[in-house]
């Protein structure tokens, strides 16, 4: 520009030069002196003018060319400031954070994402690429920085790579990172620009997943996801199979997947179940089932089988998983359980109809002998040997008789597991007691204490809770001190949903050091007396029981006994 | 009241002895006939019917004592066939089991048969026989 203007400047003084020095030589060698200064003054006109034009012609030319140029610059600049608009507002639009690495001068630049992604302020962020290098996590620096400089160095068409990040608290994020390369007209590497994407979310899903895997792969239950639907009414093809499977059926998981499930059917699969699972399948519904299956091997092994839909987002069958478990050991024990409890059954029935066919053939002949004894009551006996004769047939006759009939008892209660309740009233049961066993009540007059005010009524076997009072007193009454008045104490208390009944009398006791374990056992006496027949406390603890009561005692020799009979008073 | 004529079916001579003895002893019946078994009481039964046929009347029993357990026939084979059409013309006749049994499964099966109007513990004795007049009144 300023070359031109001197340019101009040049031409024109030297042209005016001339043309300055031809007109003074001419002016001189053609007008008279009088005349002289009337040319010089048109002379000085004319030159004015002349170069007047001139310097219009070069000045609009020039001007001409300097508002083309004007333009071309004022173009190019929107292009450069909307190029930087769209690029800032991309810098600002994306998630990304974006770095730029002049390589040779190692100058480091980031966007506004170094900060609000990984937590660094502006004064922090150093400006070469060791702080960046610095960064990452050490156990991804190495591979890392290889793969980097085989890309700056050419070596790779392609750069992006996943590394840990250190944010600004120190935690460490997982990141994406991808970048393109700018080069120099001799194809040299002068410049890096990259953009940084945190990936960490999906880096926990990814290692969440991979987790969840694992339940499937370590599983010991088989595990096989087939598709959604079946094909000629089969079992949908398999689309996976996890390792247990493999273990259980012998089937590796290429030869098995794109095939049914049904080829593990075997002879002795059960078709019944195999309709149910079908069924469950043909409506898109759980189902569980138990079944032989084959093996690879064509061995047989028992296989429980859940069979469940899976839905998709819009609610559309897209698989089934189906959970199998071998439980061929199982079923061996519950075989040989079910085995072992037909053997038990057979075995109680065959004694307990033993039982009612001895006591029958004893109980024959035995009532016989005392119909007959009942004959012989009606006749008059002189001879008084004969008659000591038949009075002790009689008695023994008579206890033989008792005895058999509590054992009958005994048989028929171990008989009855479940036996009928109703409520009854404590106090009633007492009375009839009381009047069974009068004759000796009014013989030994013994001082009875009742108080039934807490309880008065418990859900009970009328029949059963009378023998057990039954016994309890004549027990009490059959051991009694000699040297004290014989003095029961029974009362009734509430705990819980449990009536609880107490019997306590001032007898000779039991010593429970000496018996604890046998006081309720069969055929346990612990006084000899003659009449006593191992049978009472026996009979009573089986009534108890068999009404799902509970009984305990506690005795002191020459002191007393207490029973406590527990009820459940609720049903 | 006095029952004509009574029926006791039993394997055991001993029982059948003390139930003449009691019955004679409560005038209970003025006849009792006493069959071993169910076989023998059966043909008993075949007896009376051959001879109505020929028009020739022969008193059947109002009562049978029957035991249960009896070889050749048991108790319930007995029933079985007393109970059918065959017997039919015999169906007033009431039946009491007098039986040492103590299986509470007896019990209930005789409530399956409309003759049996009661079920006892043997031995026979006076009061069992007051018991029933009053309840054949």
């Not at chain 1, 009375?431 to 009540?441: A, T, Y």
């Amino acid at each position: 520009m300023k070359s031109k203007t001197n340019q101009v400047i040049i031409i024109y003084i030297l042209i005016s030069m001339f043309v300055a020095i031809v007109s003074h030589k001419l002016l001189l060698q053609y007008i008279s002196n009088e005349k002289l200064p009337f040319y010089t003054f048109t002379r000085d006109i004319l030159f004015i003018f002349f170069t007047g034009i001139i310097f219009k012609l070069i000045l609009s030319k020039n001007d001409n060319r300097n508002i083309a140029t004007f333009e071309k610059i004022k173009n190019s600049n929107n292009e450069i400031k909307q190029s930087n608009e769209k690029y800032d507002i991309v810098a600002k639009a994306t998630s990304d954070t974006i770095w730029d690495w002049k390589i040779e001068d190692d100058n480091f630049s980031w966007n506004k994402g170094i900060e609000n992604i990984f937590g660094y302020k502006q004064e922090e962020v150093g400006e070469n690429s060791t702080w960046w290098f610095d960064k990452i996590h050490p156990e991804d620096s190495i591979k890392m920085s290889i793969k980097l400089y085989s890309f700056i160095e050419q070596k790779t068409e392609k750069w992006q790579d996943q590394y840990r990040f250190r944010c600004s608290d120190n935690s460490y994020k997982y990141v994406l990172d991808r970048g393109f390369l700018l080069k120099d007209e001799n194809g040299k590497a002068i410049r890096m620009i990259g953009a940084i994407q945190d990936i960490t979310k999906q880096k926990e899903e990814e290692q969440r997943l991979k987790l969840l895997e694992t339940v499937i792969t370590q599983s010991k239950d088989s595990i096989i996801i087939t598709e959604a639907d079946s094909i000629d009414a089969k079992i949908p093809n398999i689309i996976y199979v996890n390792p247990a499977f493999s273990i259980m059926s012998g089937y590796e998981s290429d030869e098995i997947i794109g095939k049914s499930p049904d080829l593990f059917n075997s002879p002795n699969s059960d078709v019944s179940e195999l309709e149910k699972l079908l069924k469950a399948i043909k409506n898109k519904e759980e189902c569980l089932i138990e079944t032989i299956s084959y093996t690879k091997n064509k061995d047989e092994y028992w296989v429980r089988l859940s069979m469940i839909p899976i839905y998709n987002a819009d609610n559309e069958l897209s698989h089934w998983i189906s959970i199998q478990r071998d439980i061929t050991e199982e079923k061996k024990q519950e075989k040989e359980k079910e085995q072992l409890i037909r053997e038990l059954t057979q075995n109680n029935k065959d004694l307990k109809q033993f039982s009612y066919i001895t006591s029958h053939n004893l109980r024959a002949p035995l009532s016989n002998l005392t119909g007959l004894l009942n004959l012989i009551e009606d006749i008059t006996i002189e001879d008084q040997e004969l008659k000591e004769i038949l009075s002790g047939f009689n008695k023994s006759t008579h206890q033989l008789n008792d005895t058999i009939n509590d054992l009958v008892k005994v048989i028929i209660i171990k008989d009855n597991p479940s036996i009928k309740k109703e409520a009854v009233l404590i106090k009633e049961i007492f009375e009839n007691v009381f009047s069974q066993l009068n004759f000796q009540i009014e013989l030994y007059k013994p001082i009875i204490k009742l108080n039934f005010e807490k309880v008065s009524i418990i859900n009970t076997n009328k029949a059963y809770i009378e023998s057990i009072l039954l016994n309890l007193l004549t027990n009490s009454i059959k051991y009694k001190s000699e040297n004290r008045k014989l003095k029961i104490t029974i009362t009734t208390e509430e705990i819980d949903d449990t009536a609880v009944l107490i019997f306590k009398d001032n007898g000779i006791g039991i010593d429970l050091a000496r018996n604890k374990d046998k006081v309720f056992g069969l055929y346990q006496r612990f006084h000899n007396y003659p009449d006593s027949k191992g049978l009472g406390l026996y009979l009573v603890k089986s009534q108890v029981e068999t009404m799902g009561g509970t009984i305990d005692i506690e005795s002191e020799v020459n002191k007393g006994t207490t029973f406590t009979l527990t009820f459940k008073n609720k049903q | 009241m006095m029952l004509d004529q009574i029926l006791c079916i039993d394997d055991d001579p001993i029982t059948l002895m003390l139930c003449k003895k009691v019955i004679a002893k409560s005038s209970f019946s003025n006849e009792i006939i006493t069959s071993q078994n169910g076989e023998e009481a059966l043909s008993y039964f075949n007896t009376i019917k051959y001879t109505n046929n020929k028009n020739k009347q022969i008193p059947q029993p109002q009562l049978i004592f029957l035991d249960l357990n009896m070889p050749v026939m048991g108790g319930w084979e007995f029933l079985d066939y007393f109970n059918s059409e065959e017997f039919s013309e015999f169906n007033t006749i009431k039946v009491v089991v007098l039986s040492s049994t103590i299986d509470p499964e007896d019990l209930e099966k005789s409530k399956q048969y409309p003759m049996v109007i009661d079920f006892l513990s043997k031995p026979i004795s006076q009061s069992m026989l007051e018991y029933l007049k009053n309840k054949l009144k």
